[in-house]
C-alpha cells in the first residue's frame, strides 16, 4: 500500500487549505485513517483521525476549525484546514491502518505513512 499526501502550501493566517491523502496497491480494507503533523524543532503529533464508519477525532487545538473527511470507495482521506494560524505550520503526514496482498499472496497488516506536505501559515 502506498498513500499519496497533497494539498499543502503557503497561507496566510485565516486561511484555508484541504489536504488529501490517496491509498493505492493490493487493497483488501483500509481502516483507520489519520493526520499527524511535525513542525520543526517538534515531535511528530496527532491532528486527527476517522474510523472506517467516518467517526472523527480531534486533537484539541484544531477543534473546530478542521475537519477530517474520507471516501472509502476512493480510499482517500481529506483535511479541511480553516481559521488557519502560524502554529498549524508544520509537514502534515497521512497514516492508514490497512490490508493488503502482498505479491506471493500473503494477507499483511500494517500502518502505511506518507510521504509528507508542507503547510506554511503566515502571519
Known amino acids: 500500500v502506498q498513500l499519496q499526501a497533497s494539498g499543502g502550501g503557503l497561507v496566510q493566517a485565516g486561511g484555508s487549505l484541504r489536504l488529501s491523502c490517496a491509498a493505492s496497491g493490493s487493497i483488501i480494507r483500509i481502516d483507520a485513517m489519520g493526520w499527524y503533523r511535525q513542525a520543526p524543532g517538534k515531535q511528530r503529533e496527532l491532528v486527527a483521525t476517522?474510523?472506517?464508519?467516518?467517526?472523527?477525532n480531534y486533537v484539541d487545538s484544531v477543534t473546530g476549525r478542521f475537519t477530517i473527511s474520507r471516501d472509502n470507495a476512493q480510499n482517500t482521506v481529506y483535511l479541511q484546514m480553516n481559521s488557519l494560524k502560524p502554529e498549524d505550520t508544520a509537514v502534515y503526514y497521512c497514516?492508514?491502518?490497512?490490508?493488503?496482498?502482498?505479491?506471493?499472496?500473503?494477507?499483511?497488516?500494517?500502518?502505511?505513512w506518507g510521504q509528507g506536505t508542507l503547510v506554511t501559515v503566515s502571519s
Open positions: 476517522i474510523t472506517s464508519g467516518g467517526i472523527p
Open positions: 497514516n492508514a491502518d490497512s490490508l493488503s496482498s502482498s505479491p506471493g499472496g500473503e494477507i499483511v497488516a500494517e500502518i502505511k
